[in-house]
């Protein structure tokens, strides 16, 4: 399915709406770097976050979240316990649930994890180019959380990974790419402040989640996942413009997420479907 970009520009907005109507509830399995920083997106952006990530506690939770977030910035025993347990239990209740494979290819004990959680089917994989084609097993992962490839290298292994899943795939970069193996959608917002905060690219899968619980499982989820990534995108743009520096851009950035409405996102959202 085609549609205009001007359809996909009014499907974010309208989504957006939609989500701070209903305040989804978002399990988020997290690094410990960027807990704050996640949580506090999600509220700036109508969301309520739950870092419920101890096993026992892990798979119960996510039968009854909005939308689960699995990152594996930091993953110690624990923590791995309980992803395996969220992510089985997400898949068993149909929560939408993404899984963010921080630095895998490079670090054996993520990218075994990572590679065992595509059995449980991710609704969304995020992640940099290098992290993409390590998972879809085609490649060796990057510098550590920092990608050697870029963004169209990974749109064939992309595709691939989103076809075997049966998820959307997400790769982010100056130009966003994001795929269900069948269709398509670039989004060209953005600003590379994003980069200079912790948290910036993490926190976009809590995102992810949150739009994803905005349909159902035989839902548009890739337009979904393609309003998250605007949203998110468009408030870092509106939020560089009033930034002196990554501090400044931190704190506007939530104000923008919070203040951002469906005008603003219209006027400037740079999507199109590929």
């Known amino acids: 399915m085609t549609r205009p970009a001007d359809d996909l520009s009014a499907l974010c907005a309208e989504a957006l709406t939609r989500l701070r109507e209903t305040g989804p ?55 791995r316990a309980a992803m395996t347990e969220a992510a089985g239990a997400a898949a068993g209740s149909g929560t939408p649930w993404v899984l963010d494979p921080v630095a895998v290819g490079s670090l ?34 990057g510098r550590g959380v920092d990608t050697t490839d870029d963004v169209e290298a990974a749109a064939s292994a992309a595709a691939s990974l989103a076809r075997s899943t049966g998820g959307v795939v997400a790769v982010s970069g100056p130009v966003d790419l994001l795929t269900d193996g069948r269709r398509t959608v670039r989004v060209a917002n953005g600003d590379a402040l994003l980069t200079r905060v912790t948290g910036g690219g993490c926190a976009l899968g809590a995102v992810m989640a949150a739009f994803a619980s905005l349909v159902p499982a035989d839902g548009d989820r890739l337009a979904a996942t393609a309003a998250a990534v605007t949203v998110y995108t468009v408030a870092a743009e509106v939020a560089a413009a009033r930034a002196t520096g990554p501090g400044s851009f931190a704190v506007a950035f939530l104000d923008a997420l919070a203040g951002l409405d469906e005008a603003a996102l219209t006027a400037r959202a740079a999507v199109s479907w590929a």
């Open 25 to 79: 509830l978002v399990q988020c399995l997290t690094n410990n770097v960027v807990t704050n920083f996640t949580a506090n997106v999600l509220l700036a952006l109508g969301a309520t976050p739950a870092m419920v990530d101890i096993p026992q506690e892990a798979g119960p939770f996510a039968k009854v979240a909005s939308g689960v977030l699995v990152n594996l910035g930091t993953p110690h025993a624990e923590q």
């Open 108 to 141: 054996p004990v993520r990218t075994a994890l990572a590679r065992d959680l595509l059995a449980f089917a991710p609704t969304v994989v995020r992640g940099n180019a290098s992290e993409i084609i390590a998972v879809a097993g085609n490649g060796s992962g």
